[in-house]
């Protein structure tokens, strides 16, 4: 500071030093400043909040138990799924030179068959939302990533049950909006994927993955992974749709090259209906006791 300032101010030089003092960044409090939290310092902060906000909010509507749906975002309801086969069908009739609507009317069917994916998710959220409601000592609820696909199919099951359900969404390059069956207050929206794992597995008791990309089979071999290693209690990893598992990944092949154990391959279940998976999560927990949130 210079030397050669005066040390009496007149009351408007005060009033605009003062002006200036507040309007800088530094005097701004931590937590509101928002350039500030988005620093690389502050991303061990950011890291838990991402954790606690979460937590918080999970504990006070009282849920210790989830099941977790892990599926494709890009299947559609039978409803979506005809009208797009429909569409696709009138377009390369009216152009049947254009290759495009050629592979687009593909697309279009290879949807539809999907499309039965969406309904056994629908139905498995509606089990397992009735057996909460019929059975108070079961407290499992519904948790997908809150997208729309075979998570919005998981969450609308256990919303037309009049259940709550939970969405654990995540920031991506193409904004993707939470689905609308997800309960107010137990959507949540993530930066970090790996806070967002957290929280899919601490208070999982099963998981289930219908057919999907990368994010499913990332999710399914972290699960696989943590039981496996013990660092997650035994949980029921269930499967849905024999054809698509049996085509895409033997897991035979890893027992018969030593790479897992047959006792590692056991820890999956491969189904068809909505119902018998529920049937393998609740067979699961009639023999087990069903521990507090990890």
Partial sequence: MSANRKSELSESEKISLIAKIKASGAYLPAFEDMYFLAKKDLRPVRLQLELLKPEIFLRKHGILSTIVVFGSARLLSPVEAKKNHR?????????????????????????????????????????????????KRLKFVIATGGGPGIMEAANRGAFETGSESIGFNITLPHEQDPNPYLTPG???????????????????????????????????????????????????????????????????????????????AKLLTVVEKAEEGWEVISEFWRTHRNPEPE
């Fill in 186 to 264: 137990l959507s949540f929206q993530f930066h970090y994927f790996a806070l967002r794992k957290m929280h899919f597995m601490m208070r999982s008791k099963a998981l289930v993955a219908f057919p999907g990309g990368y994010g499913t089979l990332d999710e399914l071999f972290e699960a696989l992974t943590l039981v496996q290693t013990g660092k997650k209690s035994k949980i029921p990893i269930v499967l849905f749709g024999r054809e698509y598992w049996k085509r895409l990944i033997d897991f035979n092949v890893m027992v018969e090259e030593g790479m897992i154990s047959a006792e590692d």
């Fill in 87 to 135: 569409e696709a069908k009138a377009f390369l009739a009216q152009n049947p030179s254009n290759s495009r609507a050629a592979r687009n009317l593909e697309m279009a069917r290879i949807r539809l068959k999907q499309s039965s994916y969406y309904e056994e998710a629908r139905r498995f959220g509606q089990i397992v939302a009735r057996a909460k409601i019929a059975n």
